[in-house]
């Protein structure tokens, strides 16, 4: 009789505890997603947008990247020009009589750079595209995707072009040996003058005594 309420004790225990595995083994797991989909509860990187480099003299290009847009997609990119402000590194502030700064107003070429252009993402939605400003100011580009409707924008700064290096004035130092040499050259010049002044006068009373 103890034998077997033991036996009965243990399979009672062995029951209870095999019934949780169970349940856990009949709930549904999760199943990896179809034909490459995220699941429901996927939240994508935001899309960027760079260029390179930030700033740039008219006449030079920067190139465009974009990141984490839709795959294999169209990418529409707008261009908005602003002059640039007068604090705008490597430019010159313009300024009134009264002080006042002004802001640098655009320079455009006779054939302008296209305002608004495509790009196409890969199929991991990055694309990149080079672009040459034909317009002085500071200019803003707007990406955005035709499918995933997901935007970025990038700013660059377009000074105008660069101007030959001015040849520095001739400072004092510099003008030290020439001046030097040429007042060598006539102090020179001018004891030769007066050698040749008393000597004709030597001459010409020794000609006299003679006579």
């Known amino acids: 009789m103890r034998l077997s309420r033991i036996i ?12 949780p595995t169970a349940a856990g083994a009949a709930q549904p797991q999760p199943q990896p997603p179809a034909n490459g989909q995220p699941p429901p509860d996927y939240v994508p990187a935001p899309a960027s947008l760079t260029v390179n480099p930030a700033t ?13 847009f839709g795959p294999n997609e169209i990418v529409d990119i707008t261009v908005s020009v ?18 006042s700064a002004v802001a640098m107003t655009t320079v ?28 002085v100011g500071r200019l803003t580009f707007t990406a955005v995707g035709r499918e995933s409707g997901r935007t970025a924008s990038a ?13 520095l004035p001739v400072t004092g130092d510099s003008l030290g040996t020439p001046l030097k040499v040429g ?5 020179a010049g001018m004891v030769l003058m007066l050698g040749s002044v008393l000597w004709r006068r030597r001459n010409r009373f020794g000609a006299g005594s003679a006579s």
């Open 8 to 19: 009965m004790a243990l399979t009672v225990g062995l029951a209870v505890v095999a019934v």
């Open 56 to 68: 740039i003299y008219l006449g030079e290009s920067v190139v465009l990247r974009g990141r984490n």
């Open 82 to 99: 602003a002059p640039l402000a007068a604090s705008v590194p490597g430019q010159a502030p313009a300024r009134r009589s009264d002080g």
């Open 108 to 135: 455009a070429y006779p054939n302008p750079a296209p305002r608004t252009f495509t790009a196409r993402t890969d199929s991991l939605g990055r694309f990149t595209r080079h672009y040459r400003p034909s317009d």
């Open 155 to 167: 700013t660059l700064t377009v000074l105008p072009k660069k101007r030959p290096p001015h040849h």
């Open 183 to 187: 007042g060598g050259l006539v102090g």
